[in-house]
């Protein structure tokens, strides 16, 4: 029975083939007969108010069903904020809620739905609409918005706090020998998964089902039923795959319910899909904002302050900012530490989650801050890192439920040939390109869910099982990891295993955010699995026909398939043929401990990049990176290399590509197009070298995952503007740094 744990092969997607051959079916290609087509009508100006639409000619074009506007719509049930956006959590961000009323608060607004009988019909309809407004001047950009910033009570939809501080920020300042001061500016960044969003609803009597693209099927039955005032037993949110979505479909936006009120309008199942266009004014985006950071430090390299400051715009509903100060201040060893968000009232939908909210951001301006105090010392920056290493959390003083920074930054150095660097900026060239090489630290905070993950798991007589949660496969690869955390608990071959997700009539998972989908996701499968393997052993050694009658429960080991103990097996399918039982189920579950667990929980890694500047032209290709991660327990090595290379793309997005603007005076996206919007692609995308640090950690899950979703992207831009600055001993401090800073 010593057959090799199933947890941590380096197996294929489960849904691999799939998804390649296309038989892999996303929601918003579920055919419904009948099904009506809906198209979102956006505002044109940002501010102001609709005086009138003109619906007579939209009306009369052929096929059309309805026009919803706010003359029409039903009103919502639940005002904000209490509207709960992720399984059982309150209010994060999004409060609004369109077309209850005349008033524009942003560019694209939904201000209107189109029904009709096919998707053309439709969009030629909305293309009749004749909207007359009342335009006031909108309110966009930093500068327009810098004199009227606040800082708030709490942002991050009221999880987190609008400050935060230890120590004396001045004393350690002015104990400083040595000073670091920058202000960085960022673009918005919008977002661009390949699968837009969208949602089908169908109506029977008072029941509501909804094929939903999301993060979490939970997350868009509850907000749904407490928008339409609905019980939560009336409605059942199916949604099996997600093609990408990287915190885009985590809040469930708009358009989940304004397709179940135009369904309910018309009287059929109805399919509402946000264009690309639309992507860029209906989902949220990260912010545009301005960081500063001062640091202070000891001539031999001790940190004595941080300071780090953001400002940026937000919503004219919700206090919204992300996070990008939290891991500042749990990175270093340093006692004094000062960090504030200020915002202000913009005409923008409100922010949300992108990959690595905040951290992402946030470390781009600490770790270059960190290359530059670096530089001033002549120290190392690796060695500079390793002075102010925390060994336990620098805000509670608690340890870590698990580290593994030092060995990321070993193992890192060593794959990547950090040693014998010469620290000199603009000194390698190759011809007409400069090269530089730049590292940094990543942090990502672990946060467990708040409420009960649920499963279930069921053996079937042919000795198959099948293992079932709420969640949809993010697109991560979860239905494979989940297998293999089955089939370990089970004791059966991951063949014989099966994932069933995606439903909201499956137990209950919390809406995936955070990087938290492995671990708790892992932590239910692998409770409900255990208890079906228990049960069927108790049922064994209480059989009189079962060759372990009479055995001691927890003599029995399990592999193969078998239930063993000393030389005597009994396979699980014998056990329910013997018994004419067509299966055997299990339910599981985890609680996350609620209460100061003792332990901070932070995911770390190393980052390093080498970038070749063309001196002339400016151009930065990055020719190669290595990231080093310590994510806890690694449940699949492949799909986790895959998630962190995936992220480190993204962080060489961040650093040269990703990049919107707010035209000041129409508060309108410049470029809302994938062909404007530049996102990396493979022409871009360098060598990636991921290292794997398992580390670990009894505190943060039962298996000790603490996930890779994002932590790839975190100081992998920072790496990448110090590797800038070392090979042409520029400092670009604007994000993207693009071509005509460096010319
Ligand atoms: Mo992820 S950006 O926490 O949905």
């Known amino acids: 029975m010593t057959t090799a744990p199933a947890i941590g092969q380096p197996l294929d ?97 939904h201000i209107a739905i189109v ?106 039955q509850i907000t749904v039923a407490r928008l339409l005032g609905m019980p939560l037993s009336k409605i059942r949110v199916i949604g099996h795959y997600v093609g990408g979505s990287f915190g885009s479909k985590a809040m469930i936006h708009h358009h989940a319910a304004l397709a179940a009120l135009a369904a309910r309008h018309v009287g059929r199942p109805v399919k509402l899909v946000l264009t690309r266009e639309q992507m860029f004014t209906s989902v949220g985006h990260r912010e545009e904002q301005e960081q500063h950071i001062a640091l202070g430090a000891t001539r031999d390299g001790r940190l004595t302050a941080i300071r780090h400051h953001k400002l940026s715009p937000t919503s004219h509903f919700d206090d919204w900012a992300e996070p990008s100060i939290g891991v500042s201040s749990e990175l270093y060893a340093c006692p004094n530490f000062d960090g504030l968000y200020r915002i202000f009232r913009a005409n923008t939908m409100t922010p949300t989650f992108m990959r690595a909210p905040g951290e992402a951001s946030g470390m781009l301006a600490l770790e270059v801050a960190m ?71 990543a942090g990502y905070p672990v946060a467990p869910p708040a409420n009960p993950q649920r499963a279930r798991a069921r053996l079937y007589a042919d000795g198959t099982a099948v293992v079932q949660a709420a969640t949809p496969d993010f697109g ?148 190669r990176m290595t990231g080093a991660f310590a994510p806890g327990r690694v449940l699949n090595p492949k799909l986790a ?19 919107n603007h707010m035209h000041p005076r129409t508060g309108h996206w410049a470029n809302a197009s994938l062909g404007e919007y530049l996102v990396a692609v493979n022409a871009d995308a360098p060598d990636v070298d991921v290292e794997l640090v398992e580390v670990e950690d009894d505190v943060v899950n039962p298996l000790g995952v603490k996930g890779v979703g994002e932590i790839g992207q975190v100081g992998a831009g920072a790496a990448i503007a110090n590797a800038v600055h070392h090979a042409t001993g520029r400092r670009i401090r604007k994000i993207p740094i693009t071509i005509e800073d460096l010319l």
């Not at 489960?14 to 809906?38: C, F, L, Q, W």
């Not at 309805?66 to 029409?72: F, G, S, Y």
């Not at 169908?202 to 999301?214: A, I, M, P, R």
């Not at 932070?602 to 390093?608: C, E, K, L, S």
């Open 641 to 659: 290399r895959s998630q962190l290379m995936g992220g480190m793309l993204w962080g060489l997005g961040q650093a040269l590509l990703e990049a």
């Open 371 to 441: 290359d530059e105090l670096a530089h001033e010392l002549g120290l190392d920056p690796i060695e500079l890192r390793l002075r102010n290493y925390a060994e336990r959390s620098p805000s509670s003083g608690q340890p870590w439920s698990s580290s593994g920074l030092r060995e990321c930054y070993e193992r890192g150095a060593a794959r990547f040939g950090w040693a014998g660097r010469d620290p000199r900026p603009g000194v390698r060239r190759e011809g007409n390109r400069l090269i530089g090489t730049g590292m940094a630290t």
């Open 115 to 220: 029904v009709a009988d096919t998707w053309e019909r439709a969009q030629h309809a909305a293309s009749e609409l004749r909207v007359s407004y009342a335009e006031t001047p909108p309110v966009v950009t930093l500068e327009q918005g810098r004199d009227q910033a606040y800082i708030p009570e709490r942002i991050f939809g009221g999880w987190l706090p609008g400050r935060i501080q230890r120590g004396d920020i001045d004393a350690g300042l002015a104990a400083a020998d040595v000073r670091v001061e920058a202000t960085f500016t960022y673009a918005a960044n919008n977002h661009n998964p390949i699968e837009p969003s969208g949602t089908t609803a169908e109506w029977d009597g008072d029941e509501l089902v909804l094929h939903d693209t999301t993060q979490g099927v939970n997350a868009t």
């Open 476 to 623: 991560t690869g979860v239905a494979t990891v989940m297998t293999q955390v089955a089939a370990d608990a089970l004791g059966m071959p991951v063949e014989r295993c099966r994932f069933e997700s995606g439903d909201t009539d499956l137990p209950n998972i919390a809406a995936a955010v955070g990087s938290a989908g492995a671990g708790m996701i892992s932590a239910a499968v692998h409770s409900a699995a255990t208890a079906l393997r228990n049960q069927l052993i108790a049922r064994a050694v209480a059989d009189p026909r079962s060759p372990l009658h009479g055995a001691n429960p927890v003599d029995v080991v399990v592999g193969e398939g078998l239930m063993t103990a000393g030389t005597a097996s009994d396979p699980y399918a014998d056990l329910l043929q013997r018994h004419f039982q067509p299966d055997a189920e299990a339910s599981g579950a985890w609680t996350p401990p609620t209460g100061d667990p003792g332990y901070a929980m932070m995911t770390f890694g190393a980052q390093f990049a080498e970038v070749a500047v063309d001196a002339e032209l400016g151009l930065v290709r990055v020719r």
């Open 13 to 109: 997607r489960v849904d691999g083939r799939s998804k390649v051959t296309g038989s892999a079916r996303y929601s918003a290609e579920i055919p419904i007969p009948g099904m009506a087509y809906a198209c979102v009508v956006g505002s044109r100006i940002a501010s102001g108010r609709v005086t009138d639409i003109d619906t007579s000619a939209a009306q009369a074009e052929e096929g059309v069903l309805a026009v919803l506007t706010h003359q029409n719509l039903p009103r919502i049930t639940e005002q904000p904020p209490l509207i709960p956006s992720l399984a059982g959590t309150a209010a994060p961000g999004q409060t609004f809620f369109p077309m209850q009323d005349d008033v524009v608060h942003y560019a694209g607004q």
